[in-house]
């Protein structure tokens, strides 16, 4: 960021405190330049606006492991037309609209998981961070073998017997019965030091490369530098443009803190138990919903908003790791882990700024747009505070929990007052964002200049 500021500066000086030769010279590459194609159509700027949203909202995103149990004697129909579409229309797109209209839940939920994928790698001998990604992800499942199947206890360093074993016998693994997802503390470290892939097999399973994930993030930061040296040579943005500048600040954040986990993995590893061996869950105890339908949805508000909804998740009773699954993080982490993403949200918004005074087609469009700025900035400013009070309960003794009582129940009436306004200003900006597009200045389509920008005689 600071060197992008800077390449901001220096662009900027260039055009501003230049003398009489540096005028003559950059009169003779504005020639040159017109001289060329120097025009740039509608087409082109929506292409690259849209591109770059999609990397930020589609490729850029990580999910959890959705397992889908196998259906035997199933029909060509629902293998190849009906489960494809259903996955998309209940898992992916689902997602791609959080990532889409809520961008900064998505740079919180990847910061929790990076937390939580550090303290979970601690704890096993020989563990990446990697590995901790893959054990929240909903990497590890258990499946009950056929009552016929054969087995073979797992070895345990310490004398207690092991209810998790190894198939022994032949049998279908289409037989075998998919129970729930497996969390860290359910599962001891002698096992997961056994049946855990390699970080090298992570990869593998990840439908992700290096490559790929360069070429992403090239083009974000193509997006951004070219944003930045359109303001340096005082050509306007259109308003697309800078809800795609937005999303490819956050996408930089998202992808540093998702840069270890694996992408797109649907088949977990396999843990089997017997027939008849039960399943406890592990871990602390969970949390219920208020049985009350109008504070228990109040209540849902704040808890996905604070990213602690993993509190009220059972899953023992889970068929596939929650969405936003990332752990239960310690108490004196929550506040740590929501105030960058916060503040990164501050900013998110804040970049819509830059369009204020632009010339909208009308005055109805210029006052939403600036409403709905205003609306984005809120909720991340509140949640912002909220974590900072967190902060300080948590590591002095200046705030009581009394106070930090009142302060939450307030609180929690501006967060949900204000994520209805962010939801509308978000849906505003970007329909507007659209919208005047039939009406740009002529100075929107002119392209930058490159040659004024390279040092030369």
Known sequence: MIVLLLAYYLAQSAY????????????????????????????????????????CTWAAVHPNVHFRAEKRNQRWTEEWLWDPVHEILTYKLPLFLWALLVPEYILAWAVRQYIQAGVVSKEVP???????????????????????????????????????????????????????????????VDILEIIT?????????????????????????????????????????????????????????????????????EC????YKTSTASHEESGEKVYEWDTNRAFRWMEKTVMYISGEQDCFVIISKETSIPMFWSGRLKASRVGEAGLGPSILGIAFGAIHCIAWSSKFPSHSEAVLWRISCIAMITLPFITTIACIIE???????????????????????????SAWLYMVGRIATLVIAFTTLRSLPPAAYTTVCWTTLIPHI
Not at 232 to 259: D, G, H, K, M
């Open 16 to 55: 501003t405190e230049a003398g009489p030769i540096r005028a003559s010279i950059e009169l003779r590459d504005v020639a040159a330049c017109d001289s060329q194609n120097s025009q740039r159509n509608l087409a082109n700027i929506v292409w690259s606006c849209l591109f770059t949203i999609f990397l």
């Open 126 to 188: 020989g563990w990446t961070r990697t590995h901790g990604y893959f054990m929240i992800m909903g990497g590890f499942h258990l499946f009950r073998l056929p009552a016929e199947a054969s087995s073979i206890p797992m070895p345990l360093k310490s004398s207690k017997p092991s209810k998790f074993v190894f198939p022994s016998g032949r049998h279908s693994r289409k037989d075998e019965i998919p129970v729930c997802p497996l969390k860290f503390e359910d599962v001891p």
């Open 197 to 265: 892939p390699t970080e090298i097999e992570l990869k593998d399973r990840s439908k992700n490369d290096f490559l790929t994930k360069v070429i992403v993030l090239l083009q974000t930061m193509w997006f951004f530098i070219q944003c930045i040296t359109r303001g340096a040579q005082r050509l306007p943005l259109t308003e697309l443009e800078v809800v795609a500048l937005a999303y490819a600040t956050l996408n930089l954040s998202i992808y540093y803190f998702w840069w270890e986990k694996p992408r797109n993995i």
């Open 268 to 271: 977990p590893v396999r843990v």
């Open 391 to 417: 902060l300080a309960h948590q590591r002095t003794e200046k705030v009581t929990t009394q106070v930090v009582n009142i302060i939450f129940c307030i609180g929690s009436v501006f967060l949900i007052l």
